[in-house]
């Protein structure tokens, strides 16, 4: 085949084959779950109740809105795993405020808690109904939501509340992914394409290890772009970076290459882009990268998050062999 003056030997069709593809599915979620149990709270004021806290759709209840230790809690009728809410608070102007911040609990005898999520910006819109999801694979009888902070130090703190568990529950999120049964003394070089979205609430950086080494043996070198600036630096870490994200939902996209024949020091390439919310693309990025084993044959790949469950919903992960 000649491309202009050029001949090629052999095809430049099927030069990488598939080996392993990984989808998380996007969280779906049941009904709610927050009826047939028992509603309480720090202290409903303003002629509201309890129950009316935990019922959206039916209206809000209020506690009070000038001190930053009001809770609204649910007793459900049988344990659950709970992992979102929806929050919903409605501001009427003055003698009213909405949550800032806050947190969200789990217990088992309604005294000794567990925090499953801390959310230190809300960013509630007055009357808008807002979701917070978090990972949990806990069932609790308790669940209890602590405001921490209002909008404004008003009378009457609005409040309104909902409860889900999730119907796809094992599909993730997950901290890390393993994959096995490789040979880079066969297959010479492998090319790792991801899509990444964060499932944990905050930063999260995301890296491959080989066969799952965790030691300072890698080195890099990068270039790459930050909103307008422009930064390169070089340095040694316990792992091969392939993204970063900085906060739940947000994605980081890469590609990268490499050479894992043993014999030599492994040497690699990643092309990303990190913190990706809607048209918004924070990095850009390319790296060089090295693994100084010379001696061990790959025989696996391990994805890694450094937060928990930070491989989230709508990630996907594939791994292609070179065979021409």
Do not use: H
Not at 83 to 97: V, W
Not at 169 to 186: F, R
């Amino acid at each position: 085949m000649k491309i202009g003056n050029c001949r090629v030997l052999g095809s430049l069709n099927n030069v990488w084959q598939k080996i392993y593809s990984k989808v998380i599915a996007a969280p779906t979620y049941s009904s709610r779950q927050n009826v047939g149990g028992t509603p309480t709270s720090s202290g409903a004021i303003g002629g509201s109740t309890d129950a009316m806290m935990w019922d959206i759709a039916g209206g809000q209840g209020y506690i009070s809105g000038t001190v930053t230790t009001g809770w609204a809690q649910y007793q459900f009728s049988s344990a659950k795993i709970i992992r979102a809410i929806d929050m919903n608070g409605q501001d009427y102007g003055a003698g009213y405020t909405i949550p800032a911040s806050f947190t969200i609990q789990g217990s088992n005898n309604g005294s000794s808690w567990t925090t499953l999520m801390t959310v230190a910006t809300a960013g509630l819109t007055s009357g808008v109904t807002k979701r917070f999801e978090f990972y949990n694979n806990v069932a609790y009888s308790y669940l209890r939501v602590n405001i921490t902070g209002w909008t404004s130090s008003d009378t009457y703190g609005g409040v309104g509340l909902e409860a889900y568990t999730m119907t796809n529950q094992d599909d993730g999120p997950v901290t890390s992914l393993t994959i096995s049964g490789l040979n880079g003394d066969v297959d010479q070089e492998y090319r790792l394409v991801s899509r990444i979205v964060n499932g944990y609430n905050g930063d999260s950086i995301y890296s491959v290890s080989p066969n799952n080494d965790t030691g300072t043996n890698y080195g890099y070198q990068y270039v790459r772009g930050i909103n307008s600036a422009t930064s390169a630096g070089r340095g040694t870490g316990t792992s091969l970076i392939i993204g970063a994200t900085d906060g739940l939902g947000k994605i980081t996209q890469g590609n990268l290459i490499i050479q894992a024949k043993s014999g030599y020091v492994r040497t690699a390439i990643v092309d990303l882009a990190n913190t990706i919310a809607t048209t918004t693309v924070t990095l850009i990025g390319l790296y060089g990268l090295s693994w100084n084993n010379t001696a061990d044959n790959i025989t696996s790949l391990v994805i890694l998050s450094d937060k928990a469950n930070g491989l989230g919903g709508g990630t996907v992960i594939e791994l292609y062999r070179r065979i021409s």
